[in-house]
């Protein structure tokens, strides 16, 4: 901080202690109302004119904007700013709604740092293995609740502790008790803190319930911190990467020669820009915005104690609704010694060697470059991470047993993608029967000190051949189940399974009527803009009587590997399940304008469109920026409109999403009978 902005600061908590001490509060009533202990927004302008701390009403109601930004207070119902009106003001009490605990010294917030020792916090990248070396009495004296969050975030840089200051921050003093005996009561208790608890927890709040948000790790849950924002981020490079050097055949079509050997890629840089993104982004899933944003943010462990009741670090939250937004883990699978292997992977014996065996949870902690590796999974985390990897330089193998990539998406569609991983470098072994065994083999690579492990797989078929890969870094992206044990739900009459998740009805109801499910824990669209939208529906239905479905959501999603796939609707297999019949029309990309200058022409987009009308029920584009183009269609099916109004609705040209339009004409045309085309062409003639 400048000095300048040091002596600001300094008078604003002058004038926000006074301020609190001088406003009158008083219970007054409005509209049968009465609203304890508060003030008038017109009354603290006469005030803060009064007390000279401003000059002018105008500068008044700017200097209260400020004190309210400091939470020194809120609107009664916090959906006003100050003004210099009619309007209650409620003071924020200290601690309230929680708060960064206060170094006694210093009187400064205590922060990751303050536990890492100042030379410890690198500003860049780090050249040490993937566990953090924090010093050892600090690592001890660090709060048990804490100690989970830095095992999972790693390196220890100046991102990595932004985002934990953000996302859990060290010893977050818990808020304040509102009842006697020690307790506290809310009108919604919020039990995890990804997308689909902070969502239900700032709606909640921002239409005036008293709210608690619970987070046992990482605020901002998957999503943030080890799912979309870093795969996005490292994708990113991945694809920068490539064009300056495995596509070079395009570069070269579109006149500019490089010299791909003249291209260095380092990896390190790249993962610490993730680790930026990440860092960056971070501040809007904050412990404190949620706080300033009126929830009650715990960080800590919720376990239900009853059919109303939850215990967080030893309080009891009593709840008239709640929502339990837990989300899921990645699952290892069945096979001899990657349990052991990745268990080693967690190990802070400086002595030990540690294999890089990870899941989505670890991957983002990398900071050298693994030489080979393999990719257990090829749905949607597995294809996304490994693409990006062959495209950084990573040798690449993905295996899966099914035979097929994305499995959920039409299989000539998938091929697409799979057949430019293959020109990529990837290497697919997609028939596996049984995965036999994993080891180390004895040698540690010079690079990047990472220890080479030896994998066993039997494939399909007759002759069951047995086929050895070796690697020195495995990523599990093979399956991931719900966070539904350990919270004693049998209390709360919680019924659930643990593959599936919570069992929810249409409304998101659990078997308890008060308590809802959100997101990754009871759905199967595991998506962050699926979970977002389900928070909206339980914010209606828990505090407004309201009667939203799950069933009534349309959600689009899209796997950003390069080609992009993204689907929405019904895909043909399910329509054909339910009996519907249906057409197909398509427009290819090799036909699209935008994508022939773009020399992009891989792809296309297919419409699946009731037999009859010309609504639309499902449709799937694969192409550079299809996750781009599946918000208007799904807007046409929202709407209603069908595709053959699509055809009318004008597209600049020339964009990619014209594939969108021209489907439309498509089917416009099939619509023109033998008799109905003649008699156009006779008005035509009759005309010339
Ligand atoms: C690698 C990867 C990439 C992805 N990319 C995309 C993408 O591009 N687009 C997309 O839409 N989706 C993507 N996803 C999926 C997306 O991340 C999830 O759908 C989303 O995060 C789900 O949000 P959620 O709130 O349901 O759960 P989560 O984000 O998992 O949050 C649940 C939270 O609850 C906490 N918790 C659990 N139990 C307790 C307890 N008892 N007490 C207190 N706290 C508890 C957990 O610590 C966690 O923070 C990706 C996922 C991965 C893994």
């Known amino acids: 901080m400048t000095s300048d902005a040091e002596e600001f600061k300094k008078d604003l908590d002058d004038i926000a202690i006074k301020f609190k ?16 202990q508060v003030f008038v927004g017109t009354e603290a302008v006469d005030y803060l004119i009064k ?15 400020a004190l309210q930004q400091m939470n020194i207070f809120e609107h009664v119902l916090r959906d006003h700013e100050f003004e210099d009106e009619y309007l209650f003001y409620r003071m924020v009490g200290e601690n309230e709604r929680g708060a960064f605990k206060i170094d006694e010294k210093t009187g400064e917030k205590v922060k990751w740092a303050s536990f890492l020792g100042g030379d410890s916090v690198s500003k860049g990248n780090h050249e040490s293995p993937r566990q953090p070396n924090l010093p050892k009495p600090d690592l001890d004296a660090l709060n048990p609740k804490d100690v989970h969050a830095v095992r999972h975030v790693w390196p220890m840089d100046s991102h990595n502790t932004t985002l934990l200051d ?44 008293k709210v608690a948000m619970i987070e046992e790790n990482l605020l901002g849950g998957d999503c943030l911190n080890v799912g979309c924002v870093p795969s996005k981020a490292i994708i990113h490079s991945a694809n ?30 790249v993962m610490e820009r993730v ?14 915005r949620y706080t300033e944003l009126g929830v009650e943010v715990y960080i800590g462990r919720a376990v239900f104690t009853s059919e109303r009741s939850v215990i967080v670090n030893g309080r009891t939250l009593n709840f008239k609704k709640a929502a339990i937004a837990t989300g899921g883990y990645p699952t290892l699978f069945p096979m001899k010694g990657l349990k052991e292997l990745h268990e080693k992977s967690f190990s802070t014996d400086p002595t030990e060697t540690k294999p890089i065996v990870m899941t989505n949870e670890t991957f983002f902690n990398m900071t050298k470059q693994p030489k080979r590796m393999g990719v257990i999974g090829a749905g949607v985390i597995g294809m996304e991470l490994a693409q990006a990897m062959q495209r950084l330089g990573t040798e690449v193998t993905v295996f899966g047993r099914s035979g097929k990539v994305l499995p959920k998406e039409d299989e000539d569609m998938a091929e697409i993608v799979k057949q430019q991983m293959i020109k990529d470098g990837v290497s697919f072994s997609l028939s596996v029967a049984e995965y036999k065994e994993i080891e180390l083999n004895g040698n540690v690579l010079d690079d990047n000190g990472y220890p080479e492990m030896k994998m066993t797989v039997v494939e399909k078929g007759e002759d069951k051949t047995e086929t050895t890969f070796e690697f020195d870094a495995l990523l599990v992206a093979a399956g991931r189940r719900p966070n539904v044990t350990g919270m004693d739900l049998e209390l709360a009459k919680v019924e659930y399974d643990t593959k599936k998740g919570l069992i929810v009805n249409d409304k998101l109801q659990t078997t308890n ?4 499910g959100v997101g990754d824990c009871c759905s199967e669209f595991k998506f962050t803009h699926a979970a977002d939208f389900m928070a909206r529906i339980v914010i209606r239905n828990a505090l407004f009587f309201g009667k939203g479905k799950m069933s009534d959501l349309l959600i689009p999603y899209a796997t950003f590997t390069s080609p992009e796939i993204t689907s929405v609707g019904l895909y043909g297999k ?6 519907i019949e249906y057409r197909v029309f398509e427009k290819h990309f090799k036909d699209n304008d935008r994508a022939i200058c773009d020399d992009n022409t891989e792809g296309f987009i297919r419409f699946r469109v009731d037999a009859k009308t010309d609504t639309i029920l499902g449709c799937s584009v694969v192409g550079e920026g299809a996750g781009n183009m599946i918000g208007e269609v799904t807007l046409a099916m929202e709407s209603g409109t069908g595709l053959g109004a699509v055809a009318n609705v004008i597209h600049p040209y020339p964009t990619t999403s014209e594939v969108v339009r021209q489907s439309g004409d498509v089917y416009n045309k099939t619509k023109l009978t033998n008799t109905v085309k003649s008699l156009l062409r006779g008005i035509v003639k009759i005309q010339n």
């Open 513 to 516: 009527p008060r308590i809802y």
């Open 51 to 65: 007390s000279e701390a401003a000059s002018s009403r105008e500068d008044a109601v700017e200097l209260g904007k």
């Open 574 to 579: 399910d329509l054909d399940e339910l009996g």
């Open 21 to 36: 001490q001088n406003v009158q509060l008083e219970d007054r009533k409005h509209r049968f109302k009465t609203y304890k």
């Open 166 to 209: 953000h996302v859990h921050p060290p010893e977050w003093r818990d808020p304040k008790a509102n009842n006697k005996d020690g307790s506290s009561t809310y009108d919604l208790v919020c039990i995890g803190a990804g997308v689909g608890g902070l969502i239900t927890a700032a709606g909640a709040a921002g239409v005036g319930a």
């Open 240 to 269: 920068m990467a490539h064009s300056v050097k495995g596509d070079i055949k395009r570069l070269e079509a579109a006149g500019i020669f490089v010299d791909p050997n003249a291209v260095h890629i380092d990896f390190g840089k």
């Open 275 to 288: 680790r930026k993104v990440r860092a960056e982004i971070s501040h809007h899933d904050s412990a404190e």
